[in-house]
């Protein structure tokens, strides 16, 4: 995949490669991936400038400038998210300005005649296309809306130093960040007819405080220091996952058919489109092994669902890992039960739970489930011993797995053991399956499934055999082109 082209606009993350421009620049965002934008104005005004009503009132020369740039980033926003582009806008508080209008008026005659400027009032929100309502309000106390919120990586990495600065007044957005009191909107998604991208509305994160930046004994300069250069390179990479999330499921519209008729072609387009025929024949054969490499590599990376996924993935994951352990894996369901997963091999037969917590340790909920699945199971005429529990648990699935904490809670671990069902850690279990993925190693595979057998409470898988020393030679059988 090519390198995204990344442009912050009135905003300066530091360690990223992204183009930085203020508001006053007049670059067009169609030849940028990733769009980031702080409205920020006061670069058109600074710390010189009259008051009026208690609001900075600009000159002349300055209205002009904020209304044509304001304009020209309203197009251009538009534009962008017309051609497909997500637009990422970081809610910095409402700056409300005076600028003139470009009308005057006289009164008096003579020494007495006055010019009187006529000024109207206008805020940093006017960039935004067809514009939103807020209202000023600051806070950090905020939560995710929605089970699957499209934000939840990007709150795991940033959330916690996020801010709200402004309250979303729209009822027409669809909010996916809210305070946890009052449930006011605070960060959203806004979609435009006809429109591909989106604008994907944040609260405010603020890289100008003391603890990002040093001044250097030599120059007397302010730089970023290392805890900004790494969190802002966790932040863009936060934002290029939203973005490709977004665009996976708002898509384009297809071009239409009957739009590849010759009668639409352009006399370039035609010219480029003999050329591209001559390449696409010589390519056809490696595009084939491209797609069944990048299909083998997808069915492969399937078992990492097990460290960051919940629901049906983290599912299908599970069933994979079993049988790589030895396992008969099905999911059963009829009219009045449904269980997760149904696991059996010469040693035994157990119903297992699946369940994935974004950022929480697995609870006891999920084992008052499993409980009712093995009595019901038993309850089936064919079914003549009953089936052990097991509750399978991917905790704090949205950090890396070194920096989480106990998978499951002690009221979890006891119940377990009182119960006589065992708990695994998905992340256990994803490691044996990577083992197993790659070794044909029965032994280990029968040790698994003794130990699943015979351990009640939290289990402790046996430990990864030493990898055998491997070499390999690489040969290219790509024919020439």
């Keep these: 995949m090519s390198k995204k082209r990344i442009i912050t606009l009135g905003i300066e993350i530091p360690g990223s490669d992204a183009k930085h421009v203020g508001l006053d620049s007049e670059i067009s965002l169609l030849d940028y991936d990733v769009i980031i934008i702080d409205p920020?104005?006061?670069?058109?005004?600074?710390?010189?400038?009259?008051?009026?009503?208690?609001?900075?009132?600009?000159?002349?020369?300055?209205?002009?400038?904020?209304?044509?740039?304001?304009?020209?980033?309203?197009?251009?926003?538009?534009?962008?998210?017309?051609?497909?582009?997500n637009v990422f806008f970081f809610l910095n508080e409402k700056q409300e300005v005076f600028i003139a209008t470009g009308e005057k008026s006289f009164s008096g005659t003579g020494r007495n005649r006055q010019t009187i400027r006529h000024?109207?009032?206008?805020?940093?929100?006017?960039?935004?296309?067809?514009?939103?309502?807020?209202?000023?309000?600051?806070?950090?106390?905020?939560?995710?809306?929605?089970?699957?919120?499209?934000?939840?990586?990007?709150?795991?990495?940033?959330g916690e130093i996020s801010e709200f600065r402004v309250l979303l007044d729209e009822e027409d957005l669809k909010p996916i960040v809210q305070t946890k009191t009052g449930g006011k909107t605070v960060g959203a998604v806004l979609r435009y007819e006809n429109a591909g991208g989106s604008l994907i509305l944040l609260p405010y994160i603020?890289?100008?405080?003391?603890?990002?930046?040093?001044?250097?004994e030599e120059d007397g300069e302010m730089y970023w220091n290392d805890e900004a250069i790494a969190f802002g390179k966790k932040l863009i990479g936060s934002i290029?996952?939203?973005?490709?999330?977004?665009?996976?499921?708002?898509?384009?519209?297809?071009?239409?058919?009957?739009?590849?008729?010759?009668?639409?072609?352009?006399?370039?387009?035609?010219?480029?489109?003999?050329?591209?025929?001559?390449?696409?024949?010589?390519?056809?054969?490696?595009?084939?092994?491209?797609?069944?490499?990048?299909?083998?590599?997808?069915?492969?990376?399937?078992?990492?669902?097990?460290?960051?996924?919940?629901?049906?993935p983290l599912e299908s994951a599970v069933h994979i890992a079993l049988e790589l352990?030895?396992?008969?894996?099905?999911?059963?369901?009829?009219?009045?039960?449904?269980?997760?997963?149904?696991?059996?091999?010469?040693?035994?037969?157990?119903?297992?739970?699946?369940?994935?917590?974004?950022?929480?340790?697995?609870?006891?909920?999920?084992?008052?489930?499993?409980?009712?699945?093995?009595?019901?199971?038993f309850a089936r005429d064919d079914v003549e011993k009953m089936a052990k529990g097991v509750l399978i648990g991917n905790a704090y699935r949205l950090q890396e797995p070194g920096e989480r904490g106990d998978f499951f809670t002690d009221k979890c671990l006891t119940a377990s053991a009182r119960n006589s069902i065992a708990l695994i850690s998905s992340l256990d279990l994803f490691y044996v399956a990577k083992y197993l993925s790659g070794n044909s190693d029965k032994q280990f595979a029968k040790k698994c499934r003794q130990t699943i057998f015979?351990?009640?409470?939290?289990?402790?898988?046996?430990?990864?055999?030493?990898?055998k020393e491997e070499s390999e030679s690489i040969t290219e059988d790509l024919e020439d082109t």
Excluded at 206 to 216: H, L
Excluded at 339 to 362: A, C, M, Y
Excluded at 454 to 467: F, H, K, R, V, Y
Aim: contains cysteine; glycine residues 6%.
């Design 240 to 312: 290029c996952a939203v973005d490709e999330a977004i665009k996976s499921s708002t898509g384009l519209s297809p071009i239409p058919d009957w739009l590849r008729q010759d009668m639409y072609l352009l006399p370039n387009e035609r010219k480029i489109r003999n050329r591209l025929a001559g390449i696409m024949s010589k390519m056809e054969d490696l595009q084939k092994q491209k797609e069944k490499c990048e299909q083998e590599i997808a069915e492969e990376s399937i078992l990492k669902r097990l460290i960051y996924e919940n629901g049906k």
């Design 206 to 216: 603020d890289f100008q405080i003391e603890k990002y930046t040093y001044e250097n």
């Design 40 to 85: 920020v104005i006061y670069e058109f005004y600074g710390y010189r400038y009259e008051d009026y009503q208690g609001k900075p009132c600009l000159d002349d020369t300055n209205s002009f400038r904020l209304k044509e740039h304001l304009e020209h980033w309203r197009r251009e926003i538009f534009e962008a998210i017309r051609a497909g582009k």
């Design 454 to 467: 015979s351990t009640i409470g939290l289990i402790i898988l046996p430990d990864i055999p030493e990898a």
């Design 325 to 377: 352990i030895g396992f008969n894996v099905s999911r059963f369901e009829n009219a009045e039960s449904e269980f997760d997963v149904v696991f059996e091999s010469k040693e035994g037969r157990l119903i297992g739970e699946v369940e994935g917590k974004d950022n929480k340790p697995i609870n006891i909920s999920k084992l008052r489930q499993l409980e009712m699945n093995i009595h019901e199971d």
């Design 119 to 158: 000024v109207t009032l206008i805020s940093n929100y006017a960039i935004v296309p067809d514009g939103i309502s807020v209202t000023n309000s600051k806070g950090s106390t905020m939560a995710l809306v929605g089970k699957d919120c499209v934000l939840a990586p990007y709150w795991s990495s940033v």
